[in-house]
């Protein structure tokens, strides 16, 4: 059937202006209508034309600034699905062009604005993608601050004529994109500034924000070179200047444990933990907290194909008001422990009407724990759970019929001892 080029934009309730989206077109038999300039098939190898598509299990995606042209056959029905992350509601319309048409109108709406009570969402890992594109798939999925990542990666073994190895020859991605401490592209919804990524196949791997300067070298070790550096040395060089230091997954199974990172966490060199869409149980972080160990978790997608949605676990950090949105101010939030990480649900927690991050110092003898915390979603979430120590103290799986998803839990606890005391509510599959 012959196609036409529609014109399609797409635009927010709350501003009558386009907005970035993740589109999905598909015709009557599930064929993919891609816009002009995005793929139908499309690269999901790592690191491989990274940027502007998404695929997700079976479904395709890509991402427009909130206009485009879709060629789009008439007189058939096409199906037509927008999300823009999870503040805002998921657009899933069934629909036929009329004879002739040649404009598409759609909008969509937030049901709740973290904005506008100071919390704003970050993800602190990516990598390479061109930031231009990441500022697009930042808007498009949200994203009040994305994290992009220049690291070095092993390409190929260099061998001489006689067939023996003398090196490797490594790849760096975004490096002359470097921003440091400042935006390289922003938006007044949107800031990508690009860091670096610094890591050793064994002792660990950090995410270095808000440095000041690229700390060299970005890799040691095997095969990158001899062991004559620390992640110490990278910690220590990124602070001078209140740069964020992030162990990057920690709790992955391969190569195993980071015995170096896990030091320098507990002397204060990492500033916070991060939790990615691998993420499993969390029983190595609750006995870091157990120990003693404050450490922030924060939540990065570590987005480094098209087969992950930037912002598939995201940090919120809350700016207090009146306060504006700058990258620094976001990664001192951050730093506080003001924050919560999600890859949906959204929610609130506090402690005598403390937020988290905060060390409360009490006479154990003093009134009970006044406890509140609060979850809502659009889509139905796991159960809603408090925790002390990493032991489930009150729990609820009621959250209404919907659309908007809810719960909440209130209590008063008297803590016996030293503890901490933590909520979670685990999205469902």
Known sequence: MQKLNVSLRITDTSTNQPTPVRLRITDSVGGLCPPLGRLPIFATARGVDVGGHLRLGEASWCYIDGACEVPLPGSEQILLEATKGPEYTTVKEAMTLGAGQMALRQSISRWIDMRSEGWYSG?????????????????????????????????????????????????????????????????????????????????????????????????????????????????????RKKGLVVWCEPFAPDPGFAPEALADLILSRVDAVEITPETGLLNELYDWWSAGIRAPIVGASGKDSNAIALGAVRTYAKIEPPAPLTYTNWIEAVRTGNTFVTSGPILEFAVDGQPPGTALNRDMTAAPLKLRASVRSATLPGPLEILDGGEVIARTDQFGSGPIYSATLEREYPAATSTWIAARCVALP
Not at 133 to 161: I, Y
Not at 190 to 203: E, M, T
Request: charged share 15%; aromatic share 6%.
């Open 123 to 239: 993800d602190t890992r990516c990598h390479f993608i061109q930031p231009h594109a990441t500022l697009l798939e930042g808007r498009a999925e949200d994203l009040s601050v994305v994290n992009l990542l220049a690291s070095e990666e092993a390409a190929t073994e260099l061998q001489n004529s006689s067939g023996e190895a003398v090196g490797v020859l490594s790849t760096i991605s975004n490096l002359l994109a470097f921003s440091g401490q400042h935006p390289c592209l922003a938006m007044p919804d949107c800031i990508v500034a690009v860091n670096s990524f610094d890591k050793h196949l064994v002792l660990g791997k950090l995410a270095l924000l808000h440095c000041h300067r690229i700390v060299f070298p970005l890799n040691f070790g095997d095969p990158f070179g001899t062991d004559d550096w620390s992640l110490s040395d990278w910690c220590d060089q990124c602070h």
